[in-house]
């Protein structure tokens, strides 16, 4: 039988919710008075994080063939704005991360971004509370967890078990991958397949006070325990992450610290080292005290709509782009 594979993957009933969703979004934030931007998805540097690849695109500038990337995020240039204009933001921007898969992934997707200066992180998470109410036209109650808590069903402490342990946790609960000597790593492994598939079943979920290593952006702190913790959180609904939050640093010479061990340990892992920002860190001083927040727009439409597939969120995901 023919299948006729130029149809979408998307339902007209769930384009029209799509739509709604994205009107919505957009009068929250004019209603209160946040200025929509618009930047380039096409930049000549990428990505450094070091588990986010970026896709690389060829094209002539002037004549002369240049290698680009198309952004991840559009955080770079939007600090760039917000270190120039002093004003609350928002964009709402197709991004692009390589190697993308699997029915929470493509690798085309959509991600509304905003920033607020002289906000606190709970001053979003409230903001963000409003937004999702508005969503799911009811009220929202966010439920608040902290990293080290959500480890504690497992018998792990994340600042303080053993890799061993960690180790053993994994393989009783037959899983296979071996981090090495990568903390980190098995901490990762262990949230994704064991902490967050049950994360925000019960009510959507803040989880805050990350470790410092996926301090990425973001300010640290100490947490009630004494530990050095990430100043972020992220929103979980039905065991998805929707959103990420930082309360976001504004230090020039951090960044570039943060930049090049982002690049070394690209090096270490055999991944491309890539070219660093320097419009960015040069904006970085210029930052008004902000909080900022990245959300998966599609995301945002599985869970609000029931959706199992993030292929029923965007009419042509990329295997059909």
Known sequence: MFIMTYQPTQSLVHAQKRAVLLAKIRQFFSDKGVLEVSTPLLSHT????????????????????????????????????????????????????????????NIEFTMLEWYRPHFGLDELACELRELISLVFNQPIALKKTSYRQSFE????????????????????????????????????????HLVEPHLGKDAPTLVTNYPPATAALAKTTRDDEGFLVAKRFELYINGIEIAN????????????TRFYADNAERERLGRPIMSIDMNMVRACDDLPPCSGIALGVDRLLMVSANLSDITQAIALPTERA
Not at 158 to 174: E, Q
Not at 245 to 256: F, G, M, Q, R, V
């Open 245 to 256: 939050a930082y309360d976001e640093l504004a230090s020039s010479d951090e960044l570039l």
């Open 153 to 192: 069903s497992l018998g792990i402490h994340p600042f303080l078990s053993s890799i061993d342990k960690m180790r053993d946790c994994a393989k009783a609960h037959n899983i296979t991958l071996d981090m090495g000597d990568d903390r980190q790593g098995w901490l990762d492994l262990l949230f994704s």
């Open 46 to 105: 990428g990505n450094t994080d070091v588990f986010i690849d970026s896709v690389s695109v060829n094209f002539h500038q002037a004549g002369k063939a240049t290698t680009g990337y198309l952004h991840t995020s559009p955080e770079f240039a939007m600090k760039r704005l917000l270190a120039t204009w002093q004003v609350p933001i928002y964009q709402i921007c197709p991004v692009f991360r390589d190697n993308e898969s699997g029915h929470k992934h």
